[in-house]
């Protein structure tokens, strides 16, 4: 079945860039999502990604995609203390198209 | 963005009584509804699919007669879990697209259940 795996934790201080990485299993993935959680809270869509594009950017986050690695990032310029969350990357298939797999979650805590 | 909510937000309740949560879609129609459970610090597991006017399609594992879920009408979805038990205790979230923009889903802020 589909895996998504990511780092567990990461730590940056008020002002630097934060890259949150992802790698995934299912080869027929079609699209991948950046998920934002705060505490207490359910899951906000910060971004999307379709399996044929490399890069996508909004704002301050950019997303890279390595299809041939099945690898995924999420970076955060200028990262606020607001950011801190749990950030989850989630891929869908044309099989269950509106399926989510979730990644294992990256806790980011930004320090002042 | 379209907006979901849940209710109840948080709920504690005994062993062996059932607890009801609902799902809302509150400005657009949902055929299809998911539900999922997150136990602390870990991520989110797809449970079941929640079909408008029709059963529900569970994931592998799930057991549909323990996690009851009925899609009545195009804005509301509800899981029972029925007879719970403490390690039903979890974070229920539930999402739904938007129409035909399948390529999105919203969530619902999440309902924390607590058996006893």
């Known amino acids: 079945g589909e895996d998504v795996e990511q780092s567990l934790f990461l730590s940056v201080r008020e002002g630097d860039s934060s890259v949150i990485n992802c790698t995934y299993t299912d080869s027929s993935s079609t699209y991948l999502y950046w998920y934002k959680q705060e505490p207490g809270a359910g899951l906000q869509l910060l971004t999307y990604i379709f399996s044929n594009m490399d890069m996508k950017q909004d704002q301050r986050l950019t997303v890279l995609l390595n299809k041939k690695d099945k690898h995924l990032s999420l970076r955060i310029a200028d990262t606020q203390t607001g950011d801190s969350a749990i950030y989850f990357c989630a891929e869908s298939s044309w099989e269950g198209f509106q399926k989510l797999v979730f990644g294992t979650g990256t806790r980011l805590l930004v320090s002042p | 963005g379209a907006v979901v909510s849940q209710h109840p937000s948080w709920v504690i309740c005994k062993s062996g009584t059932s607890v009801k949560i609902e799902c809302r879609s509150l400005?657009?129609?949902?055929?299809?509804m998911f539900w999922y459970r997150q136990f602390p610090k870990q991520s989110l597991m797809l449970m079941a699919t929640?079909?408008?006017?029709?059963?529900?399609?569970?994931e592998q594992g799930v057991e549909k007669d323990k996690f009851l879920i009925n899609h009545a009408s195009l804005t509301l979805s509800t899981l029972t879990v029925t007879s719970a038990h403490p390690e039903d205790s979890s974070f229920y979230i539930c999402?739904?697209?938007?129409?035909?923009?399948?390529?999105?889903?919203?969530f619902g802020p999440g309902t924390r259940l607590t058996v006893l």
């Open positions: 929640s079909n408008e006017g029709s059963k529900a399609t569970y």
């Open positions: 400005d657009f129609q949902a055929t299809t």
């Open positions: 999402s739904a697209p938007p129409g035909r923009s399948y390529n999105e889903q919203f």
